[in-house]
């Protein structure tokens, strides 16, 4: 029997909706059945028109008219814009990947909880920082018990952030600690983002940092180095770059994403990485109703 | 001496700059004790807090050893005319949790800072300050790095947004004065709000370009007790008072007090004073964060390599404030490049 692939629409046509799309319209479980914004006129519009997908300016209103036809949305909008969405998917009926930093659902971050989240009417994708360091973070603390304080940071291109990125950075630092809290069980968290303007355009690159009293740096490296390979697996940019180490009293680890260059050039690791961690979250949902 | 020189605003940064200068571990006393000598100076603002701003202490540029909330209350409690300013950048302080708290403990001055092409990033912080009644400038760091037409509209972004000042700073001390004399002028004479500068000592011209900036129209400035800062240090204010005075420029600087603080400074700091040295100067001219000085030395030696080599691989990648991380991951492949065999 011919898999039958799940219906998606995408909601937003910026540069993470577009970059969706893409990966969408790749995916062997995935069809993109609506791409809706508010602009016909926006770049990701015309693309999305250019590529025959069926778009349509009216927003959330025309994917709650199709709701028939659609399992799951991604809401690439903001997270001002989700919260109003959120209630409005769950009473469709239809499965919400929200990668705004709104926080209503469950957190998903695929290297380390996809299985749990599979039942989720809403899952939040955290930030890309988020989906960069939150697997190591996680390993580093379960081999080094006791882990009162982890902190990230992360550097991408300017060019990668679009406005809403730059008017939520509050949010994103705000909801990147949270995660960091939630998948280390550490008391205090920090993330810091920097925008470097470079040219030629910086790749993502991400650094998790630990306080622990006596670290186990074998251990660590063994189990970062495995971590890196599940990412790898749906991320296939992330590359450790700085294997863990002890400097000044701090446990150091950083990656560097490349990104797919769908949407956007390769150095946007940061967009790329958030979006592939909701494909393999959507192509799990798939998978798991074929079955 | 002419007297129809304007009125210049001096900002001490001695304890927020300072920070870099003493790996972030200013104490209370040591607070306590120079915000009183800088309240006698007569400075118009004092800067406290981490060396990065609200919401820096981290593992990434350095720990405070004082909580900022406490750092800021100790110094409000020692000044009556002289106002307390804070720097923070977006990306390390947020709204709800570092702008709050230093709202609550008193602050009057907020510079909001950030990259010189990223000022869109400053917009909610801004406009928050300002709505919450609040004096804010806006802040363009590492300003080397682009042309006076790039600032200029940056600084009018920041404008837009409420700011009431905009402060050039010269992050990695790599001006030159004619530098200085074209961006600050080209600054002053298009913005409505007053312009400002901030100097480092890198190359030996912070005096220079802090007056270099003032003829150009700069009628903010600042300075460091002692050049009490990072890497080589800022403008020692106790020279910038001296200059100020000599060129016939109004301020509300108590000569004598002004040198008394930064003898006080020299007590206090005493050790971790900023000279210029091989590494600052090299710092310099790699236009390279200033504040990356100590972290790089730390790296260079566990490493093994030249903290020179890390500077100018750090300025060929144009590293930004913040980007501390990345000293550690070139000092590791500039290590690996000098073992024998290994492929470059």
């Known amino acids: 029997m011919a898999f039958k692939k799940l219906n998606v629409a995408i909601l937003g046509t910026g540069n993470i909706g577009t970059d969706l799309l893409l990966k969408v319209l790749r995916s062997e479980v995935l069809h993109c059945r609506l791409f809706a914004g508010r602009n016909l006129s926006s770049p990701g519009m015309t693309k999305g028109s250019m590529l025959g997908v069926p778009v349509s300016a009216r927003g959330l209103q025309s994917i709650l008219d199709l709701k028939g036809e659609l399992a799951l949305v ?9 919260i109003r969405h959120a209630p409005l998917l769950k009473q469709a009926g239809l499965v919400a990947v929200d990668l705004t930093p709104a926080k209503v659902g469950r957190l998903c971050v695929p290297a380390v909880n996809l299985a749990e989240c599979l039942d989720e009417l809403n899952v939040n994708m955290v ?9 190591l973070a996680h390993v580093i603390a379960e081999v080094n018990p006791g882990i009162t304080y982890i902190e990230t940071v992360s550097s ?12 939520n950075l509050d949010e994103y630092l705000q909801t990147t600690e949270h995660g960091l809290q939630e998948f280390t069980g550490a008391a205090h968290t920090k993330a810091i983002l920097n925008l470097n303007p470079a040219q030629p355009c910086v790749h993502m690159q991400t650094t998790v940092m630990a306080k622990i009293a006596a670290p186990d740096l074998p251990r660590t490296r063994e189990v970062v180095a495995a971590m890196v390979k599940v990412i790898r697996q749906y991320v296939p940019g992330y590359q450790l770059i700085l294997e863990p180490m002890v400097e000044h009293g701090r446990l150091v680890a950083m990656v560097r994403v490349d990104g797919l260059g769908d949407y956007l050039p390769r150095y946007a690791g940061n967009l790329d990485i958030i979006n592939c961690a909701a494909i393999a979250f959507a192509e799990a949902v798939a998978r798991r109703r074929q079955s | 001496m002419s007297t129809d020189q304007p009125s210049i605003t001096v900002c001490d940064a001695t304890l927020r700059d300072g920070s870099h200068a003493y790996s972030h571990q200013i104490t209370v006393e040591q607070i306590k004790a120079y915000a009183a000598a800088a309240e006698a100076a007569g400075y118009d603002y004092l ?4 060396g990065n701003g609200l919401g820096a202490s981290s593992l990434q540029i350095g720990e405070s050893l004082v909580e900022e909330g406490e750092m800021l209350r100790v110094a409000r409690a020692q000044l009556k005319r002289t106002r307390l300013s804070v720097h923070l950048m977006p990306g390390f302080a947020t709204i709800q949790r570092e702008i709050a708290g230093a709202l609550a403990a008193g602050v009057d001055l907020f510079r909001v800072g950030s990259h010189c092409t990223e000022a869109d990033i400053t917009q909610r912080h801004i406009s928050h300050v300002r709505s919450a009644g609040r004096h804010v400038w806006g802040v363009l760091m590492m300003s080397h ?9 940056e600084a ?3 404008q837009s947004y409420g700011a009431q000042g905009i402060v050039l700073m010269d992050s990695a001390g790599a001006y030159f004065p004619a530098d200085v004399t074209a961006k600050i002028g080209l600054l002053a004479s298009s913005l409505e709000v007053p312009v400002g500068f901030h100097a480092h000592h890198n190359l030996g011209l912070s005096i220079a370009n802090s007056l270099a900036a003032l003829q ?8 460091t007790s002692k050049g009490f800062g990072a890497g080589a240090g800022n403008a020692p204010l106790e020279l910038l008072a001296a200059v100020l005075r000599q060129q016939g420029y109004a301020t509300s600087i108590d000569l004598y007090r002004a040198l008394d603080a930064a003898d006080l400074a020299g007590k206090l700091f005493a050790g971790s004073l900023p000279n210029s040295n091989g590494i600052t100067i090299v710092s310099g001219l790699a236009g390279v964060f200033s504040g990356f000085s100590k972290p790089v030395q730390r790296a260079a030696e566990q490493l093994g390599v030249d903290p020179r080599d890390v500077f100018f691989e750090l300025g060929r990648r144009k590293v930004v404030g913040g980007q501390e991380d990345l000293i550690l991951e070139v000092a590791t492949e500039l290590a690996r490049r000098a073992q024998p065999g290994a492929k470059s």
């Open chain 1, 74 to 82: 991604f809401d690439a909008t903001s997270a001002e814009d989700h």
């Open chain 1, 156 to 167: 991408i291109a300017s060019r990668s952030a679009g406005p809403a990125t730059r008017i």
């Open chain 2, 145 to 153: 790095m682009v042309s006076k037409e790039v600032l200029l509209q």
């Open chain 2, 47 to 50: 800067e406290v807090g981490h």
């Open chain 1, 127 to 135: 930030t890309c920082g988020g989906q960069a360091s939150i697997p």
């Open chain 2, 216 to 223: 150009a129209g700069a009628r903010i400035i600042d300075g």
């Open chain 2, 156 to 158: 009018r972004k920041m």
